[in-house]
């Protein structure tokens, strides 16, 4: 069992982490902001967790990688990055993110896309609609989401990034694609969960789709600056992003130098609902349902037996919601971080940290302390805690109320129970 008094010497709250005085802006640069991705940490503790556990030339992993905010940062601090995650948005997200394109290319075929969406939006609506209508996704979600007008302009923009033959830019006009499909929908724009808004006031897809791109274009460039040429070179060599589990990271043995990585939380929110237009769109859904299931720490995810978690607090805290369907929910989120973590162990070389962040939570006034778990499962797998930092979130893209009478997510005055704490953990953990 853990000695709870020296991990308590060990943590400390450090206000140089939390970042307060950087404007979205200063947390956004270069390509962090091609896609509003929910739970994506801030550049700043990503670049700092990399230069503070790494150096030049090292192997950083991120198996959460989401939309690649750690491997952005480990190619601009000149490390190898590998990512991976099990959701499709975010390996497209990640991948046009670190991959810099030629400018002029880019320029060129920006160009040409606007001057054939032009006419074929305003000259011949109609013969390309009749061509574009195959794009459309066959699932009955479209129509709940999309009105008519809407999907049909969407479908024929999507048709047009079909024709699209450099796989780069192909893959960075889907993620500008990805981004505007909620402002075309009716998805209510400010819900921290998927809610219709009838009253909507509709976007125009394609002022919408082409103004992003203008601005990933810039970001592209400005990229490319701060990218050392050997990278831009060979930038397959220095990251690899794919779509899988964490528990199978694309990485060898013991060859990474650091893990940066936010974990997925439990009782917080649905990652497969929130990205379910773009993966509709890109037909990786077939229903939702199994959709979820893919996802750690999806409330679709149970686990009937007794199965260990290797943490004390993991079994006090399924124990508190003992007879409810939270606790088999709970408990499967942890066994099935513990094999995440012993993965990250697999890849990390003998002396490599394992730099983790996560935010505890609390569901109906009950504390679910996942950084005290973590550290639990951790020491379990023979790693050495070296210190806990706490820091204050002061952007992080998380619901953060439930109601406290149905425990169903709120706007934060209908509510008095905090979903995610505003500060979070940095654990790291030295493999001996
Ligand atoms: C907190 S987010 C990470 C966000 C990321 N740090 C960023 O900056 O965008 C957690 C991620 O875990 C991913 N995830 C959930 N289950 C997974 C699994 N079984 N394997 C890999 N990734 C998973 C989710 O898709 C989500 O992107």
């Known amino acids: 069992m853990i000695d709870q008094c020296l991990i308590k010497h060990k943590m400390k709250e450090d206000k140089s982490w939390s970042f307060t005085d950087e404007s979205h802006h200063n947390t956004s640069y270069l390509t962090h902001n091609y896609y509003t991705y929910p739970a994506k940490f801030i550049p700043q503790v990503a ?8 150096n030049e030339g090292d192997i950083v992993v991120d198996p959460f990688m989401g939309s690649g905010t750690t491997i952005v940062e480990a190619l601009l601090n000149k490390r190898f990055g590998i990512g991976c995650d099990i959701n499709y948005v975010a390996f497209l997200v990640a991948k046009a993110k670190t991959t ?4 002029k290319l880019l320029e060129e075929e920006i160009l040409q896309l606007r001057s054939d969406l032009d006419y ?17 996704p066959k699932n009955d979600k479209i129509d709940y989401w999309f009105k008519k007008h809407q999907k049909e302009k969407l479908a024929i923009i999507f048709a047009r990034i079909n024709e699209v033959q450099n796989s780069a830019i192909k893959n960075l006009f889907l993620v500008a694609f990805a981004q505007i499909l909620k402002h075309c929908s009716i998805w209510l724009q400010s819900s921290v969960k998927p809610q ?19 601005n990933m274009s810039k970001r592209n460039e400005a990229f490319i600056q701060k990218l050392k040429p050997e990278i831009i070179n060979s930038i397959n060599e220095h990251r690899k992003v794919i779509r899988r589990d964490a528990r199978k990271i694309p990485c060898e043995d ?7 990585t936010s974990p997925p939380y439990v009782t917080s929110y649905e990652y497969a609902d929130l990205h379910q237009l773009p993966a509709l769109w890109f037909n990786k859904m077939n229903d939702l349902s199994s959709f979820r299931k893919n996802f750690i720490g999806s409330v679709f995810k149970t686990e009937e037996n007794e199965v260990n ?3 004390k607090t993991a079994d006090e805290i399924i124990e508190n919601f003992k007879g409810k369907k939270k606790s088999k929910e709970i408990r499967k989120y942890y066994f099935e971080m513990y094999d995440c973590l012993a993965e990250m162990k697999r890849v990390l070389k003998k002396n490599g940290k394992a730099c983790i962040v996560i935010g505890d939570t609390q569901y109906r006034n009950i504390d679910i302390l996942n950084h005290l778990v973590f550290i639990e499962q951790l020491n379990s797998l023979k790693f050495e805690i070296e210190n806990v930092t706490v820091r204050q979130v002061t952007s992080k893209m998380l619901p953060s109320f439930r109601d406290s009478r149905t425990g169903r997510f709120a706007k934060p005055t209908n509510t008095n129970i905090k979903l995610v704490h505003p500060k979070e953990y940095i654990i790291i953990a030295k493999k001996n």
């Open 47 to 54: 670049s700092r967790l990399i230069l503070e556990n790494s």
């Open 100 to 103: 810099p394109i030629n400018n």
């Open 120 to 136: 074929r939006m305003n000259g011949k609506y109609n013969y390309y609609l009749s061509k574009s209508y195959r794009f459309i």
């Open 196 to 214: 219709r808004d009838f009253k909507k006031v509709n976007y125009e897809p394609l002022e919408l789709f082409l103004s992003r791109v203008r």
């Open 254 to 260: 013991n060859v990474a130098t650091s893990i940066v």
């Open 309 to 311: 978690v290797h943490s």
